[in-house]
């Protein structure tokens, strides 16, 4: 049996709820293949419309529902006819072969390490959302270079072209200690690092921060952090329907498990959800506790860190940090779907200090 799970996409283009129109661009990044990063689609894959999900009514809402349960049934009807999974893409042949692996505990990991300014001491290295890759940032990635040394991203375990062992216990404590053996792999672990993050990547820079706050001797030294889309706070968080399903279990989740190999995601990827409520005391403290500077830069149409409720919870626990808030169309994946947008905002807050 063939696992359809993807493990990796990325809307390029965005779709809005209200309206059912495309934005422009029309590259989709998606995978139907664990061990297959995103392709890209001339149109909407089924994923994209998980995260497309705004504010609507009722009635909407309801309609959303069952095309999100439709949807679910297509890598599901995939599996069952075991169609093969398609080809790479020539952008991401490109984007995997530019890139290197290093091993950590016997594992692969995928990782792009550039090289920008000459002379220049900054060093900002990427931390990706879910469930993508380190090829989120590619639009941003050339902007980056003119104004940092080195520009580093890497594929956590469990996603993108890095390893996804299984049985295994997925956790963020993990994914934050490959951060930092990737920077002691490339011998920068007594540099002074800005961290850029999406999404689940916000959760393992909160953890990263908590490292660097006990003042441990082999963690990183961060000079600055800035935050994305992502689900920080436990209590303004709204999980997809997806996610519910393959996190809580229920009817459903034997039947997804059998026939699309969830394992991997139900009993592992998906639980730092869990692990986000368990440990918040832990990551909400290390962000309100620190001295460096911290930005946010937030799509306010993000279902899942819904405005204002999202914003007014930052600003009121975070009172220090600063806030870039883009345009009103943009959703979850700003740095995709508003990359200059993005990219000035950044820019902004890096030159602020």
């Not at 072969?97 to 000459?118: A, N």
């Not at 994305?228 to 997804?256: A, C, M, Y």
């Not at 883009?326 to 200090?353: K, T, V």
Request: charged share 20%; aromatic share 14%.
């Amino acid at each position: 049996m063939r696992n359809w799970f993807p493990q990796t996409w990325s809307p390029v283009a965005q779709v809005l709820p209200e309206s059912g129109k495309r934005r422009a661009g029309k590259e989709w990044s998606l995978p139907l293949h664990p061990r297959s990063p995103p392709q890209e689609w001339d149109c909407p894959p089924w994923g994209v419309w998980l995260v497309c999900v705004s504010h609507t009514s009722p009635g909407a809402r309801m309609r959303e529902w069952w095309v999100q349960v439709g949807l679910l049934a297509m890598p599901l009807l995939a599996a069952y006819l075991h169609i093969p999974p398609p080809q790479l893409s020539p952008a991401l042949h490109s984007w995997k072969s530019s890139g290197k692996f290093f091993t950590y505990k016997g594992l692969r990991i995928f990782y792009q390490d550039s090289v920008g300014v000459v002379g220049s001491p900054e060093i900002v290295v990427l931390l990706h959302g879910f469930p993508t890759s380190s090829y989120d940032w590619y639009k941003i990635w050339e902007g980056l270079t003119l104004r940092f040394h080195r520009v580093i991203a890497l594929d956590f375990l469990g996603f993108g072209f890095s390893d996804k062992p299984r049985p295994h216990h997925y956790s963020i404590f993990e994914q934050a200690s490959i951060v930092e053996a990737l920077l002691r792999h490339l011998g920068l672990q007594n540099r002074r690092i800005n961290l850029l993050s999406h999404d689940y990547g916000d959760i393992v820079a909160q953890e990263l921060l908590y490292r660097y706050k006990q003042n441990r001797s082999g963690r990183l030294t961060i000079k600055s952090l800035c935050l994305s889309n992502g689900g920080i706070f436990p209590e303004t968080h709204r999980p997809l329907l997806l996610q519910k399903l393959l996190k809580d279990g229920g009817v459903l989740s034997p039947i997804l498990t059998r026939l699309m190999n969830f394992f991997v995601f139900s009993r592992g990827l998906l639980q730092y959800i869990n692990q986000r409520k368990k440990f918040r005391r832990r990551w909400v403290g290390a962000l309100a506790s620190v001295t460096i500077p911290i930005h946010f830069i937030y799509g306010p149409l993000d279902p899942v860190n819904p405005y204002p409720e999202f914003l007014e919870l930052y600003r009121k626990t975070l009172p220090r940090s600063t806030v870039s808030i883009l345009d009103d169309h943009i959703s979850h994946y700003p740095q995709l779907e508003d990359p200059m947008g993005f990219l000035n905002a950044y820019m902004g807050f890096i030159n602020s200090f």
